[in-house]
């Protein structure tokens, strides 16, 4: 299920954080106040356990305006389709005209997550990490997205 984020998510967002931000990972307060920014776009998906506890697996957190802050999921349950589900509801944001975000250069796996799912890649911010550059990333609903991926349903 895919809902807002609380403060009691908190411990399990930071797991999710540090894990995938090895380099640059948010802390407790920086979430804290994108919670307030953001309360009705800082979203987790989460699944019910086996014993019926439920785990929070991924996490995403846009602004209106659509530039997306972050977007993660716990290494051990990537390639399942939760980080699509997270960046769907991003892009069925009703009147969004176009989201973005930065990608570090080194990062791979998340560029080639993002044009799976229809981004395209407009430019480039030299050494926005300090030491790194970004490609800056954009998508727009009238973009064609690969496969009608756009439609597919949750995990
Ligand atoms: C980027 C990230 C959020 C993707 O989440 P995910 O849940 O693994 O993504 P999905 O399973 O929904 O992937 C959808 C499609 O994107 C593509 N894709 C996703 N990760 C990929 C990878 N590492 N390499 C190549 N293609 C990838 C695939 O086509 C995939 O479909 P498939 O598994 O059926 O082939 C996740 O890898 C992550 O948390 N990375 C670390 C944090 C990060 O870099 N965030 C983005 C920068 S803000």
Redesign the pocket.
């Known amino acids: 299920m895919i809902r807002p984020f609380t403060l009691e998510d908190l411990d399990a967002i930071l797991k999710i954080e540090q894990l995938?931000?090895p380099k640059s990972p948010y802390d407790r307060m920086t979430f804290v106040h994108l919670q307030v920014l953001y309360p009705q776009s800082f979203l987790v998906y989460t699944e019910k356990r086996a014993d019926g506890e439920e785990e929070v697996l991924?996490y995403i957190i846009f602004s209106p305006e659509g530039h997306?802050i972050?977007?993660?999921?716990l290494p051990e349950?990537?390639?399942?389709?939760?980080?699509?589900?997270l960046l769907h509801q991003a892009m069925e944001t009703p009147q969004l005209r176009l989201l973005h975000?930065e990608?570090r250069r080194s990062?791979?796996?998340?560029q080639?997550?993002y044009l799976?799912?229809g981004f395209r890649i407009m430019g480039m911010a030299p050494n926005y990490y300090g030491n790194e550059d970004a490609l800056i990333i954009q998508w727009k609903p009238s973009f064609v997205t690969p496969s009608s991926e756009r439609h597919s349903g949750h995990?």
């Open positions: 995938s931000f991924g997306i972050s977007l993660a999921v349950h990537r390639r399942k389709g939760i980080g699509r589900a975000a990608v990062n791979l796996g998340a080639a997550f799976r799912m995990h």
